[in-house]
C-alpha cells in the first residue's frame, strides 16, 4: 500500500462545478503540500499546510492530522484548471513522498 | 521571480554515456533535490542535499550520483546511461522548515 492514496485517479467535471480531490496518509509528516503539474512537466507548490484550512483565489486546502487526510477544493472550475494535481507529504528533513496524482479535466 | 532552472529540456543520450543533468536555484536554499517522475510510479527521490558538499540517498539511488561543490548549483550525474533511466527529471530546492519549495521545469531525459 502507497504511503500517500489520491483520489480520484481521473476527474472530469463541467465548468462551474465544485471539485474536490482527496489525500490520505500513513506516515507521520511535518507539513503536506499540494502541487499542479501541466502538461509539459513543469510543478507549482499550490500550498504548503501543517494544520487548518487555507485558502488563495478558487482553490482551499484543508488538513486533518488526527485522521491523516487532506483535501483540495476548487470552486467554479475552469478549463484552465485543467492539470494534474498532486498531493505530497513532507516526512524528515523536508523530503517529500508523492500521491500518484489527480488528472482533471474541465470541459467548458 | 525565484527559481529552479534545469539546463535542458529535453535530452537524448545513448546507452552507456555519461550525461550530466544541471540545477541552479537562485532562492539561497539549504535544501536541493532530484526526482525521477514514471507513469504509474510518480515522483520519487533520487539523491538530495542539505548543504554544501553533502548529500544523501533517496529511494532510488542505484545507477545515479550527485555533486554539490556550490551552494546554488546541485548536479545529478548519470555514469552510465541506460534505457531505463529514460524519464522525467525534476529538480526542487527549499528553505529548510519552511514554506517555499519550488521546482524546476523538468529535463525529459531519453535513452536509446
Known amino acids: 500500500k502507497n504511503e500517500v492514496e489520491q483520489s480520484p485517479q481521473n476527474l472530469t467535471a463541467q465548468e462551474g462545478e465544485f471539485i474536490t480531490i482527496n489525500c490520505s496518509y500513513s506516515?507521520?509528516?511535518?507539513?503536506l503540500h499540494w502541487l499542479q503539474q501541466h502538461p509539459g512537466g513543469g510543478i507549482v507548490s499550490l500550498f504548503m499546510l501543517s494544520s487548518g484550512k487555507k485558502k488563495h483565489g478558487r482553490l482551499i486546502a484543508t488538513i486533518n492530522i488526527q485522521e491523516k487526510h487532506s483535501s483540495l477544493h476548487i470552486t467554479a472550475s475552469h478549463p484552465r484548471d485543467s492539470a494534474v494535481y498532486i498531493c505530497a507529504v513532507m516526512r524528515s528533513g523536508s523530503r517529500l513522498t508523492f500521491g500518484e496524482g489527480t488528472q482533471l479535466t474541465v470541459n467548458p | 521571480d525565484v527559481k529552479v532552472t534545469q539546463s535542458s529540456r529535453y535530452l537524448v543520450k545513448r546507452t552507456g554515456e555519461k550525461v550530466f543533468l544541471e540545477c541552479v536555484q537562485d532562492?539561497?536554499?539549504?535544501?536541493m533535490f532530484w526526482y525521477r517522475q514514471d507513469p504509474g510510479l510518480g515522483l520519487r527521490l533520487i539523491y538530495f542535499s542539505y548543504d554544501v558538499k553533502m548529500k544523501e540517498k533517496g529511494d532510488i539511488p542505484e545507477g545515479y550520483s550527485v555533486s554539490r561543490e556550490k551552494k546554488e548549483r546541485f548536479s545529478l550525474i548519470l555514469e552510465s546511461a541506460s534505457t531505463n533511466q529514460t524519464s522525467m527529471y525534476l529538480c526542487?530546492?527549499?528553505?529548510?522548515?519552511?514554506?517555499?519549495?519550488?521546482f524546476g521545469s523538468g529535463t525529459r531525459l531519453t535513452v536509446v
Open positions: 526542487a530546492s527549499s528553505p529548510p522548515y519552511r514554506d517555499g519549495y519550488t
Open positions: 506516515v507521520g509528516i511535518s507539513a
Open positions: 532562492m539561497d536554499h539549504e535544501n
